[in-house]
């Protein structure tokens, strides 16, 4: 079982940054790769990033790639996102992932684990 509260989001102007936070709990989460996914309203949950549990690779959709990077710190059972140059089109609720898909892009029904998702709104 692994259970995960994100943190970090807020309100930012576009061309800002935000760092995104996912605090996991659970003994087992070293072993598991992470993904962060998003979703803005009246579209469908879609792929942002991934990493393995080991830290590399990583993956990216091709919107945020160059411009967003994920990491993660098993020590602590930290995933991060951190978001540079943000545009409008990047509002929307972000959710940290866990699972144990090996692929370029992650699809939201290879997640075995959800968190609660928290808010980027990004003005222009």
């Known amino acids: 079982q692994v259970q995960l509260v994100e943190s970090g989001g807020g309100l930012v102007q576009a061309g800002g940054s935000l760092r995104l936070s996912c605090a996991a709990s659970g003994r087992t989460f070293s072993t598991y790769n992470m993904a962060w996914f998003r979703q803005a309203p009246g579209k469908e949950r879609e792929f942002v990033a991934a990493?393995?549990?080991?830290?590399?690779?990583?993956y990216y959709a091709d919107s945020v790639k160059g411009r967003f990077t994920i990491s993660r710190d098993n020590a602590k059972n930290m995933v991060h996102l951190q978001m540079n140059s943000l545009k409008p089109e990047d509002t929307a609720l972000y959710y940290c992932?866990?699972?144990?898909?090996?692929?370029?892009?992650?699809?939201?029904?290879?997640?075995?684990?959800w968190g609660q998702g928290t808010q980027v709104t990004v003005s222009s």
């Open positions: 990493i393995t549990w080991s830290g590399d690779p990583t």
């Open positions: 992932a866990a699972h144990r898909v090996y692929a370029r892009t992650i699809r939201a029904g290879d997640i075995d684990y």
